[in-house]
Structure formats: C-alpha cells, structure tokens
C-alpha cells in the first residue's frame, strides 16, 4: 500500500534554513493532495524533493516501490518522465508556439532531443493538438507563448502534463497569480486529468475554498513539520488557528 511514500524528509538549505523537518505521509493512487501552509512552511520545497529538483537531506521518497532518493541520475531522468510538474510561473519555452510546448511533453515521455516542430511525429502533433482542445486552446496552438495571458499559459502547461501523461503530478501553487474563474479553469482540468486520466496529484494551494472544493485530502505544513492531515472537511476553525496561526482570517475564493 501506498502510491507514494515519503518518509522522514528533511530539507536544509546551504543558509541552513530548515525548510523540512523529518516530513512522513503516504499518498494513494488516484488521490488529490492538497498541501496548505504559510508561506514559507516548506510547501515548494515538499514538492521539489519528490521529484528531487531540490536534493533531500535525509529521509525517503519511494514512489510507486522505487526508492527515488536512492536513484542515479540517468535512473532519475527516467523515473521523472512518470512525474509531471505544473509550476506557479508557467515554466514556459516563451519565444517558441503554444503547440511546441505542448509537444514537449512528449519528450519527457519519450527522452527525445527534439526542439524543432519538423521532429515531431504527425501522431503526436495530433495529440498534442488534442490536448490543447482539452483546456480550450487549440485556436492559439500557432500563437507565441509569450503573446497568452498567465491563465492561458498555466493552460498550456497543464496540456503540456496531459502530453506528458505522467502517473504522479505535482503542481505548485497553479493557481497562485490567476484570478477567479480563471483559477477555477485551471483547477476543472487538473481535476479531470485525477479523476478521468487517474493522475495522482500534489497540489500547493493557498486557499482553503480550492482545497475543500477539489482535493480529497490534506496535508499542513507549518515550519517544515507535519502539522495537519486529514481530510478537507476536518479543517474547522481550531485546526485553521492552529495551522495559520491565531491571527489568521479566511479568505475566501468563490
Ligand atoms: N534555495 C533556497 N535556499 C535557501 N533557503 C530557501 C531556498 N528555497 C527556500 N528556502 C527557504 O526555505 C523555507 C521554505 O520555503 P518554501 O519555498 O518551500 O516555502 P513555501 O511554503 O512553498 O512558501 P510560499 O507559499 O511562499 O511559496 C523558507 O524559509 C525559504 O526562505
């Protein structure tokens, strides 16, 4: 049991800034995980050790049986194609076309060198295609990336995931610079692609309204230590306190 299994993370930076402190949780295969905190209580950081973007100090992340803190790196680079990233800055190839992004995807699939359109397969073109139909963008598909809105572009880069197809997606604060509806858009598709494709997904949220509304589960941070997890609906306002502090007030995104 246990899609995803982290055990005894612990993170400190050169400064020695303790951003994770002996972190264990489990996560199951088609579950949607939010992680909630203050800003600075280690969400980035959690997320970057799973997939070791950020190398742990000590602990365990073992994802599906492999043992991905033990992994070499051209071991790394395979196991990262299942583990799919959706950042707060879009992470976008800017000057290149919406569909070459997308496109991109593939290569984390298939570990092609390709950054030319012309190296692309008609098949994948066509995938990619349909990917971007999926978050409503298939009309900007020859548009720079640079020439979309943030929300568009956070759109692109869920369509680049969908190409991507991987088991275990981590998003980082998705929503975190979109404005309402906008953020809802974004959210529908990484809920279609948990429970249409069975992506298992991370997801740094700062509003509890998204975390209620769309995850399954919850974990807290709160300077580095594991300090909630449980459902969405069990964070009343005593655990709110005790995660975000005494003086802390719920705002809302409807
Ligand atoms: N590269 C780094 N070098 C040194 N310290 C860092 C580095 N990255 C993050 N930190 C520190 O580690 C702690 C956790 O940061 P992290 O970005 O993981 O928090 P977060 O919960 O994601 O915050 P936010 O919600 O603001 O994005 C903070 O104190 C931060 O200053």
Known sequence: MGFLKVEGLTKVYDNG????????????????????????????????????????????????????????????????????????????????????????????RQGTIASVLGSFSAEDRAKAMQCLEIVGLADRARVRASELSGGQQQRVAIARSLMQGPDLLLADEPVASLDPATSHSVMDHLERANKELGQTILCNLHFLSLVRRYTTRVIALKGGELAFEGRPEEIDEDWFKRIYGEQAREVGIE
């Open 17 to 108: 800034v303790v951003a994770l402190d002996n972190v264990s949780f489990t996560v199951e295969r088609g579950e949607f995980l939010g992680v909630i905190g203050l800003s600075g209580s280690g969400k980035s950081t959690l997320l970057r050790c799973v997939n070791r973007l950020v190398e742990p100090s000590s602990g365990r992340v073992i994802l599906d049986g492999i043992d991905v803190t033990a992994l070499d790196v051209p071991s790394l680079r395979a196991e990262r194609r299942r583990i799919g990233m959706v950042f707060q800055h879009f992470n976008l190839v800017k000057r290149k076309s919406v569909l070459v992004n997308v496109l991109t995807g593939s290569l984390a």
